[in-house]
């Protein structure tokens, strides 16, 4: 059998990634709450006083749910940004160290209310001995075993932590069947099973939690997914406290918001228990009616959180460094400044330096850059770095051993060098282009794509990167990429000479004769004119205008100035630009005109906007086809 792949929270259009996770999830939530109503479907056959009874019992069940929310929250949102930054063995010890606080918090919470249960059911002032002696019954039961549903929330958590809400589903389905079976044959005493009543109702609800338990144990230690961070966790490991302070910071919050909300509803309670036990049971099943509508949005906002974290985790730049907590200092000049920087750098040891006046922010050291001066000012950067170093804390400091092959640094001179490997030196000419021409004229390769620019925030990071590139390596277009795109598809290993096989046979030919990957790396965005004098060689040894090149650029996630700039350059160079991101001038039909349109006339090129991928690859690749129909090949 082959593994199958959790759902990558990180890419995929957003609506059918969020739902695809969310619907389990919420599904899931109401088989939840089905337990409890199902319990007060059967109890409501033995009267008012029993259903008031599994009403205030039911009440420390829902106080406990709040309270587990700290583990389960916390593990949850911290697993997935570990899983949005790739850093899985992270994410297993955050998973593992969740675990291991909810287990130790469930114990704790089933003592105390197996110890302390007189004054807890005190606090609703139970008049009627009947129905205190149900509370009691049903109380001690399900939270002296509340452990088991503590470590099932969780779990749920964790699993929808890596985009894996299935499981959950099918072990609540599970639990809910067993429930349902259950709750007629211990509370009536159908058959030979005796009637247990009200402690019947508790003892089935407690069977399906350890019901759900073992279906996910079993399902998450059989599981084909891949990766699934929840395999071969080491549960009795203590890992460093800092895991624990994340969890907490995340998870308390969480945890009070959900408890002040059931202590208000208990505080109801005890109101409506002066007006006697019949009054009790129709306020707390009012209330279980309730719980039908915010289980299912919880269950929606679970599935959010998770989506939400695995792409913040995913969302990351220059920040990665000082994450790992060895980076003495961080120097920036003008691009692709992320403001967060300056307070992340404060979390850590490290020195926030800006080098430009216009790049001046709080929580920045300002060393003022000058070419007169650039030595002096390096060696103070220096300095302050190695001076820095003893600031370190050991604790904080966390390298993902996360590693991913790339073959970098294919400068135009890089380029021609390859190339002249592959030439027959006694009859060809060595230096040129033109072996990469003549796979281009011969249809072997069909053209080539530049593909730069930013991440956007607006859209998910790296996808557009990702899909353009394997969609047109797929149709034998090569792909020479510089800046963030660089790095999306080093991340994605499509500069890994093994990405061959995701070519189509053409370029994959072309990858193995020369030894390449099919993504060729060209330095950061400001190299852009690397690429402009590739295409300059290309067109001279071809005896053509760049414009007439059956290659075209593309910035499907720009977001800085500094792109429109970078962009502007292509276009104006003569090579068809495509944006996947709008360029906010739509508002000026002439602006619009001008630059979809009107650069056509002075530079042979102009811009192409859409933000629909799929299109966006196609729109693409024709544009390709047509320049090379222009030229008759």
């Given at each position: 059998?082959?593994k199958?792949?959790t759902v990558d929270l990180t890419s995929?259009p957003i609506?059918?990634t969020l739902?695809?996770l969310?619907?389990p999830?919420?599904i899931?939530?109401m088989?939840g709450?089905a337990y ?11 009267g008012a006083?029993a259903?008031a009874?599994v009403?205030?019992g039911?009440?420390y069940?829902w106080?406990?749910?709040g ?6 929250m916390?593990?949850?949102?911290n697993?997935a940004?570990?899983c949005g ?5 992270q ?6 160290g969740s675990?291991q606080?909810?287990?130790l ?6 003592a105390?209310c197996v110890?302390?249960?007189q004054?807890?059911?005190g606090f609703f002032n139970?008049t009627?001995?009947?129905t205190?002696t149900a509370?009691?019954?049903?109380t001690?039961i399900?939270?002296g075993?509340i452990l088991f549903?503590?470590?099932?929330l969780?779990l749920?958590?964790l ?6 809400s299935?499981t959950?589903l099918?072990a609540n ?5 067993g ?6 044959l211990l509370i009536l005493?159908?058959?030979p099973?005796?009637r247990l009543?009200?402690?019947g109702a508790a003892?089935a609800?407690v ?5 759900v338990?073992?279906?996910m144990?079993?399902?998450?230690r059989?599981?084909r997914?891949e ?17 624990y ?9 969480t945890?009070i918001q959900?408890?002040i909300y059931?202590?208000?509803?208990m505080v109801?309670t005890?109101?409506v228990?002066g007006?006697?036990?019949?009054a ?6 009012g ?13 929606f906002?679970?599935a ?6 695995q792409?913040?985790?995913n969302f990351l730049?220059q ?5 790992t907590g060895?980076c003495?200092a ?10 967060a ?6 979390c ?10 216009i790049?001046?922010?709080p929580?920045?050291e ?12 390096a060696k103070?950067i220096?300095?302050m770095?190695i001076?820095?170093f ?13 590693k991913q ?5 294919y400068?135009?001179?890089?380029i021609?060098k390859?190339l ?8 060809d000419e060595?230096g040129t282009?033109k072996?990469?021409?003549?796979c ?7 053209g080539?794509?530049a593909?730069v620019?930013?991440n956007?925030?607006?859209i998910r990071?790296d ?5 353009l590139m394997?969609?047109?390596?797929a149709n034998d ?7 963030c795109s660089?790095q999306?598809?080093?991340?994605a290993?499509?500069?890994d000479?093994?990405?061959k096989?995701l070519?189509?046979?053409g370029?994959k030919?072309?990858?193995?004769l ?12 400001v ?5 402009m004098i ?6 001279k040894?071809?005896?053509l205008?760049i414009n007439?090149?059956?290659?075209v ?14 962009g502007?350059?292509v276009?104006g ?5 495509f944006?996947?991101v709008?360029p906010y001038v739509?508002g ?8 979809t ?7 042979g090129?102009a811009?192409?906007v859409?933000t629909?991928?799929e ?11 047509e ?5 008759g090949?």
């Amino acid at each position: 059998m082959s593994k199958s792949k959790t759902v990558d929270l990180t890419s995929g259009p957003i609506l059918k990634t969020l739902a695809e996770l969310a619907l389990p999830i919420m599904i899931s939530s109401m088989l939840g709450t089905a337990y409890s109503i199902m319990d007060m479907a059967w109890i409501g056959l033995l009267g008012a006083k029993a259903v008031a009874g599994v009403g205030v019992g039911g009440m420390y069940v829902w106080l406990s749910q709040g309270l587990a929310s700290l583990s389960r929250m916390g593990g949850q949102v911290n697993t997935a940004q570990a899983c949005g930054r790739k850093d899985y063995d992270q994410a297993r010890s955050y998973a593992a160290g969740s675990l291991q606080l909810t287990a130790l918090s469930g114990i704790l919470f089933a003592a105390v209310c197996v110890i302390f249960i007189q004054p807890l059911l005190g606090f609703f002032n139970l008049t009627d001995a009947e129905t205190y002696t149900a509370a009691k019954s049903y109380t001690l039961i399900t939270c002296g075993l509340i452990l088991f549903s503590y470590l099932n929330l969780t779990l749920t958590g964790l699993s929808t932590a890596q985009g894996d809400s299935r499981t959950p589903l099918l072990a609540n389905f599970i639990g809910l069947a067993g429930n349902m079976i259950l709750d007629p044959l211990l509370i009536l005493g159908i058959g030979p099973f005796p009637r247990l009543e009200v402690a019947g109702a508790a003892i089935a609800t407690v069977s399906s939690q350890i019901l759900v338990f073992v279906v996910m144990v079993l399902r998450i230690r059989h599981s084909r997914l891949e990766p699934n961070v929840l395999q071969h966790l080491n549960l009795l490991s203590v890992f460093p406290k800092e895991y624990y302070k994340h969890i907490f910071r995340i998870g308390f919050p969480t945890a009070i918001q959900g408890s002040i909300y059931c202590f208000i509803s208990m505080v109801l309670t005890r109101m409506v228990s002066g007006y006697g036990a019949a009054a009790i049971a129709t306020q707390r099943v009012g209330g279980q009616i309730e719980s039908v509508s915010w289980n299912t949005a919880d269950g929606f906002a679970s599935a959010l959180n998770a989506f939400i974290a695995q792409n913040y985790g995913n969302f990351l730049q220059q920040e990665n460094v000082v994450l790992t907590g060895a980076c003495e200092a961080i120097v920036v000049d003008v691009q692709c400044i992320f403001p967060a920087l300056g307070p992340l750098s404060k979390c850590f040891h490290t020195k926030f330096i800006t080098t430009s006046p216009i790049a001046q922010m709080p929580d920045a050291e300002f060393i003022r850059f000058n070419a007169e001066t650039a030595g002096e000012n390096a060696k103070a950067i220096v300095k302050m770095a190695i001076d820095n170093f003893k600031n370190r804390k050991p604790e904080l400091v966390h390298i993902p051993q996360l590693k991913q092959k790339a073959t970098v640094g294919y400068s135009v001179e890089a380029i021609v060098k390859v190339l002249d490997g592959v030439t027959n030196s006694q009859v060809d000419e060595t230096g040129t282009t033109k072996p990469l021409l003549e796979c281009i004229t011969s249809g072997v390769i069909r053209g080539a794509v530049a593909m730069v620019g930013c991440n956007n925030p607006k859209i998910r990071p790296d996808y557009a990167h990702i899909e353009l590139m394997k969609k047109c390596i797929a149709n034998d277009i090569v792909v020479i990429a510089s800046g963030c795109s660089a790095q999306a598809a080093a991340k994605a290993g499509l500069m890994d000479k093994s990405a061959k096989d995701l070519c189509g046979a053409g370029l994959k030919r072309v990858c193995e004769l020369a030894d390449i990957p099919p993504v060729l790396h060209m330095g950061s965005c400001v190299d852009i004119s690397r690429m402009m004098i590739l295409a300059a060689e290309l067109a001279k040894d071809a005896g053509l205008q760049i414009n007439q090149l059956p290659v075209v650029g593309c910035a499907p996630e720009w977001m800085s100035e500094k792109a429109v700039s970078i962009g502007n350059y292509v276009v104006g160079t003569g090579i068809d630009t495509f944006l996947g991101v709008d360029p906010y001038v739509s508002g000026s039909s002439e602006m619009g005109e001008l630059l979809t349109e009107g650069t056509r006339k002075w530079t042979g090129a102009a811009y192409t906007v859409e933000t629909d991928i799929e299109k966006l690859v196609d729109l693409m690749i024709e544009r390709i086809e047509e320049k090379r129909t222009a030229l008759g090949i």
